[in-house]
């Protein structure tokens, strides 16, 4: 008997830490398994300063939590919902406040990033 494997879109993310204070990272969470997405790959630059992750998945919508921080420290963290359609294509909607942020949620994304949108006006 052979299962057949459903399509998935690929999703990569580059990755960054200078050592200098600049940063780039992401995460992604599951909105049904209310929990944290590890990637299915990753790869690295043999300075270990930059590199890539990379998932598979199902059409859907994700959380995704990712960092951007330049070697003079502008920049910050953002929340959005990543949505997978049937054709496989993706698109990213950034979230505004934390009060569109699930309790659930909010226990998995790192302190810095939680302390970063609570901070924004209004919510």
Known sequence: MTTERKPAARIERSTRSTGMGARDDSM?????????????????????????????????????????VS???????????????????????????SGEIPDWLRDLLPEPCIREIDIIPGY
């Open 28 to 68: 992604l969470y599951s909105m049904f398994q209310k929990k944290e997405l590890h990637p299915h790959r990753g790869s690295s630059s043999k300075t270990g300063n930059h590199g890539s992750k990379t998932w598979y998945l199902l059409p859907g919508r994700y959380y995704e939590a990712s960092i951007s």
């Open 71 to 97: 070697n003079s420290g502008k920049g910050g963290w953002q929340v959005g919902i990543l949505t997978v359609d049937e054709n496989l294509q993706s698109s990213f909607s950034p979230i505004e406040g």
